[in-house]
């Protein structure tokens, strides 16, 4: 079987940069744009004291932001991929925590969030979805050279020539 071309790798992971970026933007913006509510989700999943809850629902919003700002320009991916792994952990054990302890909220992950209906819970999907994107940021840290990323640009280095003598 062959294996794939550095070209389409490097095109896979522009896709990836593209669709992990597209994540924390949405999800960033809608929370900025509505930070009550922010604070609203936060709360809901009683897992913090009440300084905590203000500080990571101000905070939130603009670190999805700097993320996907970041890993859409391809600065630091595999740090920024690193900390999108870590954070996406988080939000996976949140939600699973919340289903286990029988909570019924939104996850407000994009948007909304706090008290709902037994009914209205969407606790798998959430989990699920959140996987596929941790599974992005897997692919970063593994392998986070991409397509017109600023890392690649940054790093771009000479190609030395060797003459027929073996000098370079």
Known sequence: MARPSVRALDLIGL?????????WLVSGAIKVSDLNQTYI???????LPAGAVSVVAAGLPF????????????LGTRVVAIVSGIVLLAFIGGVAQSWARGLTIDCGCF???????????????????DIGF???????????????????????????TVDTQGRT
């Open 15 to 23: 896709l990836v940069r593209v669709g992990l970026a597209a994540v």
């Open 134 to 160: 941790l599974l992005l940021a897997v692919w970063l840290t593994v392998r986070p050279r991409s397509k017109w990323s600023l890392d690649g640009w940054l790093t771009v280095r000479e190609v030395e």
């Open 63 to 74: 670190l999805e932001l700097v993320l996907g700002v970041l890993v859409l320009t391809g």
């Open 111 to 129: 948007g909304g969030g706090g008290q709902v209906t037994a009914g209205e819970t969407r606790y798998p999907q959430e989990i699920a979805r």
């Open 41 to 47: 989700a936060v709360q809901a999943y009683d897992l």
